[in-house]
Each structure stands twice: as structure tokens, then as C-alpha cells.
């Protein structure tokens, strides 16, 4: 589902630079004239079970309104190029609206708000691309290209996990970045795996631990979000990582109903931490309870 709006919805670490061009990709297939017009699923079941039978197959997901004359605009510009032939090759292509079923769900899931939108998600439905709202062929031929860089680097990320299963750090980068692709089991495993291992550095384990409280809070894991923002207050000595958790302990609060020791604590941070950058999301969300001054 669309990832909600909690206090602390992404943890410090998170406000990093694009990872476009952090570091030399191969480019993505060159496009070729050659390459076979694409088939088209009927359904996105069927599409995730093509996909699964194809080497790292994926699906492109085309969200659509009815009508939509954008939506037909774009898909003459786009969908006839040997471009999008040779993008589309490893994919499964599927057309949905966005007031069907699966349409609705991934809309809700992965946040589009406008139409036509595409999609690009692995079987297991991990984010490899995103772009939504018209514009023109050119644009939407560098968010394949983006796209796929992004996934490269991704892979990288997954390749050097592979090469060095004890290299905590690069465990927590996979992490973070299915995160960042709404797969969040994959992420769970690996923060886990660093915010538990005796050997972890405290600002590794910190940043695990912080995700880690995010994904139970939104799982309405409430009780295991508490023990985890616990721990980073029992160590950290960020104090930007303290009020942080501070805060996001309120977010437990409001998860077991208690909209009274939730509105508490919030004074109190607010008492505790005049001078705090969070201050004003403190104080919203005060608001929101009925309990600001």
C-alpha cells in the first residue's frame, strides 16, 4: 500500500543525492530497429506470470483514466518507436485503468496521481521505474533510459551484497534502496540482519534500527516499533537521530489508540526541544489532535 505519512516516515539518512551518476553503469541496450513489437498482456496476472518465465523479466505497467485523450496522445508518440521496442524486451507490458482493480491498487501502492503513468516492477512487485503525467516523447524516452540506470546501479548493489555476504554496509545499502523501491520484506531482512549483528558499527545499526521502526509502524507492528525506537534511544548520540525517535514514540502512541499520551508527549518534546527543526511537525501534528494551545 501507498507508504502513509508518518512523523519519521524516512529516517535521517534518507534526504541523499540521486544515485544517477554516483558511479559508471553499462548503458542501457542500445535501441535497434529489429527488435519485435511487444505483446501485450490481457490481465496483470498474466503479465507477472510472463514475466516470471523470462531471465530478470519485469513488467511495464500502463495506468490510464477513461477517458483520456493525453493518454491516447502519448501512447501514438511513444508505443510504435523502435525505442520502446527495444526498451520493452525484458518486459511484459500490461494497459490498466486506473479505477480497475489491480489499476486502483498499484495507484494507491506506488502513489500515482496523474494520468497516463507507467509503471516498471519486477514479479515481486519491487519499483524498477516510475513516471507519470503527459508531456512529450523525449521525456518520457529519458525516464526509460533513468529508469534503467537506476536499476543498474541497484544490481550493483545486489552483486556486491552477493560477493561479500558479511560486509554489513552493503547489506544495509541493499536495503535502503529496496526501501526506497516499496520492498519491504527484502529491506526487512537485511536491516535486521545489521541492527542484530554483534559486530554492527552504532551508526549502521541506528539507521537499521530506524527503518526497521518505520516498515512495523506501517505494518501496525506497534508493540516491535516501540523496542526498536528503544534501542536507538538507549545509544545513539545523534541528537538529530534522538528527537527523531523522540517523536516517532508518538507515532506508537497514536498505533495503540492512545491519542491522549500521544498529544503528552508531544508537549513535552516540545517543552524539551524549543530550539528542534522538528518543532513544527510537533506542533501539526498537536493541531491534528485538537491539543494545540
Known sequence: MKRKLW?????????????LGQEDVTHPTAYRPQDPEPIWATSFAEAVDRARSMPDGRVFVELLDDPCPQCERMASLV????????????????SLLRGSPDGARLSERFGVRLSPAWLVLT????LAGKQEGASNQSTWF?????????????????AREKASPGDLAASLAVGEEAFRRFGDAMAEERFRRVADAPN??????????????SIALEARRIDEAETDLKKILATTKDPVLREKAELRLADVDLGRGDRLKAAERLKAF????PESPLRPQ???????????K
Open 7 to 19: 512523523l519519521l516516515l524516512a529516517p535521517l539518512l534518507l534526504a541523499s543525492p540521486s544515485l
Open 79 to 94: 508505443y510504435p518507436s523502435a525505442d520502446f521496442r527495444a526498451f520493452i524486451k525484458d518486459k511484459v507490458p500490461v
Open 123 to 126: 514479479p515481486d512487485l519491487l
Open 142 to 158: 529519458d525516464r526509460f533510459i533513468a529508469a534503467e540506470r537506476d536499476w543498474a546501479l541497484f544490481r550493483q548493489k545486489l
Open 200 to 213: 554492527a558499527p552504532n551508526d549502521l545499526r541506528e539507521r537499521a534500527l530506524s527503518y526497521l521502526a
Open 270 to 273: 516540545l517543552v524539551e526541544h
Open 282 to 292: 510537533a506542533e501539526e501534528l498537536l493541531k491534528a489532535l485538537g491539543a494545540a
